[in-house]
């Protein structure tokens, strides 16, 4: 059983600053990567952000040199640290992981999302 708990979404002022994090529990034996997606009403579910085992990052175009992804093995933990954050950043928020169970199989993790909201 593995769980991807998500916190630090919130209300924020165009401009601002959030920290999202994502903690990772269970039967881990290994990360191939973490990422952060988000969907706003009404729309598809979009990548914004991964961080592969290597360390690699890759953005989508509309959060780079804005946002940043970063993770602490130790605490099987991934964050994404928003800045500048404009009314468009608005969604709802969720943790992914594509990882190999302590078992040997390797599944495709979802959290339950966290609400961000950027007011103008």
């Known amino acids: 059983q593995v769980q991807l708990v998500e916190s630090g979404g919130g209300l924020v002022q165009a401009g601002g600053s959030l920290r999202l994090s994502c903690a990772a529990s269970?039967?881990?034996?290994?990360?191939?990567?973490m990422g952060w997606y988000r969907q706003a009403p009404g729309k598809q579910r979009l990548l914004v952000a991964v961080?592969?085992?290597?360390?690699?990052?890759n953005y989508v175009d509309s959060v780079k040199g804005r946002f940043t992804i970063s993770r602490d093995n130790a605490k099987n933990t991934v964050y994404l640290q928003m800045n500048s954050l404009k009314p468009e950043d608005t969604a709802v928020y969720y943790c992914?992981?594509?990882?190999?169970?302590?078992?040997?199989?390797?599944?495709?993790?979802w959290g339950q999302g966290t609400q961000v909201t950027v007011s103008s």
């Open positions: 269970g039967s881990i034996f290994t990360f191939n990567r």
């Open positions: 992914n992981a594509v990882l190999t169970t302590n078992w040997g199989q390797r599944g495709d993790y």
């Open positions: 961080i592969t085992s290597g360390g690699s990052t």
